[in-house]
């Protein structure tokens, strides 16, 4: 009796520990790969951690394009509420103290897991709790949440990490991402 009961213990161990959401380490070095939408058009990107400290570095690069290195402040990192969205410039583009690229400030995050609710870029969001397809990097799923603005237009998936919420996916900005690798 104690060798079932022991191997239903395991066996319940193993399927709670198999059903958990990857949550990926981000940290200096970081290499996140996917594409991104512009134009009708799909690109291969990449971004690279370089620094995690002030200023916050951030390498892209994207093929047919180029790349670069965008530099946030702790103090966007922080308490940013807006997100650069532009067509990037080669070479090092230094963001404002309420621009993010890539990624929501931490303050942002907190808020949109305190109330169910973020505004960002002036733009209303809500977070959508019925995804019925999970999203998968690297092969494993992702600890994340899905918003979508007020108007149903813009959506965008965040990684569950609140030092580094990442943008992972976008859709109905001028330039979408779909990120599908991290390492």
């Given at each position: 009796?104690?060798?079932?009961?022991?191997?239903?213990?395991?066996?319940s161990?193993?399927?709670?520990?198999y059903?958990?959401k990857n949550?990926?380490?981000?940290?200096?070095g970081?290499i996140?790969g996917?594409?991104a939408?512009?134009?009708?058009?799909e690109?291969?990107?990449v971004?690279?951690?370089k620094?995690l400290k002030?200023p916050?570095?951030?390498?892209w690069?994207?093929n047919?394009?180029?790349?670069g290195t965008?530099?946030?402040s702790?103090?966007?990192?922080?308490?940013?509420?807006?997100?650069y969205?532009?067509?990037?410039?080669?070479?090092?583009t230094?963001?404002?103290?309420?621009?993010?690229?890539g990624?929501?400030?931490?303050?942002a995050?907190?808020?949109?897991?305190?109330?169910?609710?973020?505004?960002y870029?002036?733009?209303?969001?809500k977070?959508k709790?019925?995804?019925s397809k999970?999203?998968?990097?690297?092969?494993?799923?992702?600890?994340?949440s899905?918003?979508?603005?007020?108007d149903?237009?813009i959506?965008?998936?965040?990684?569950n990490n609140?030092?580094?919420?990442?943008l992972?996916?976008?859709?109905g900005?001028?330039?979408d991402i779909?990120m599908?690798?991290i390492k």
């Open positions: 009796m104690k060798k079932i009961f022991l191997t239903l213990l395991s066996l161990l193993f399927v709670t520990v059903a958990q949550l990926p380490e981000i940290k200096a970081t996140i996917g594409s939408y512009t134009q009708g058009q690109l291969p990107l971004l690279t951690l620094s002030d916050f570095s951030m390498e690069s994207v047919g394009y180029g790349d965008f530099e946030m702790n103090k966007a990192l922080e308490s940013g509420t807006q997100m969205a532009q067509t990037p410039n080669l070479g090092v230094k963001l404002a103290d309420t621009e993010t690229f990624l929501i400030s931490r303050a995050y907190k808020t949109f897991i305190d109330t169910k609710t973020l505004t870029s002036g733009v209303k969001f977070i709790t019925s995804d999970p999203m998968k990097i690297s092969g494993k799923e992702i600890d994340l899905h918003l979508v603005s007020e149903g237009k959506e965008l998936w965040v990684l609140p030092q580094f919420p990442l992972l996916q976008s859709t900005l001028p330039i779909a599908t690798e």
